[in-house]
């Protein structure tokens, strides 16, 4: 099943039937500054996100409260989302709030923009889960680290022209690690289509959903056309 759809989630997201997903595995705009100084290159990066509109946050606690019905319980709530440093602490506080289990895995970075002003560098992204007590983590000793190294696939950026796109092995092992095949899979941000090329591969349903036409049409083209390669 593949079912992808173009437009603004927070509407969209009501015509998807409650209690038929599995997992929500997405990447929504992070709450980033873009204030400050920064190298060209990193300059550049940033009106790119900017024009995209996908620096400015969006409403973490509407986004929760909205999802939260297309579990099939709320043992079984399962999300898996990559988010800003400032924006841990809206999803840490709704797991606390609502008993229910959590954990910060990280993707490390080999390849950051260089920063020439006073702050770290930005070599690493967060992805937090939530999850029901009746959801257990699948996977093995090779899924299962917390930490995930790899550069920043420049050629897939290339390709799919997203400036945020993330890599299909970092996907994959959480779909692996919190789903299994046939689950259905959703991502309400899905830019380029990177989770449902990852949903391809391992067998999983998918429903995506992305509000900019171009990057729709990007998305669309990319996972009809996807060959699945971990068959
Ligand atoms: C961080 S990017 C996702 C990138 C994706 N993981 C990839 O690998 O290509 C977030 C995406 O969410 C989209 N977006 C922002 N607000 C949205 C909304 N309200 N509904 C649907 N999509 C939205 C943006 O256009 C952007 O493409």
Known sequence: ????????????????????????????????????????????????????????????????????????????????????????????????????????????????????????????????????KSVKIGGDYSTKSQVYKSATNRKDKRNFKHPTIKPIPLLEKYLINHSSECDVVFDPFMGSGSTGVACKNLNRKFIGIEKDEAYFNIAKDRIENHEVTNA
């Open 1 to 132: 099943m593949l079912n992808l759809l173009n437009g603004d989630c927070l509407e969209l997201m009501k015509t998807i039937p409650d209690k038929s997903v599995d997992m929500i595995l997405t990447d929504p705009p992070y709450d980033i500054s873009l204030g400050g100084g920064g190298c060209l290159k990193g300059r550049a990066y940033k009106d790119e996100i900017s024009d995209l509109s996908i620096n400015n946050g969006f409403d973490v606690q509407l986004f929760l409260d909205l999802l939260t019905c297309k579990f099939k319980s709320k043992q079984q709530f399962n999300l898996v989302v990559f988010c800003s440093r400032t924006q841990i602490i809206e999803y840490l506080k709704y797991a606390d709030l609502n008993s229910i289990q959590y954990g910060v895995g990280v993707w490390h970075k080999s390849n950051p923009i260089p920063h020439c002003n006073n702050t770290y560098l930005s070599d690493v992204e967060y992805i937090i889960y939530l999850k029901g």
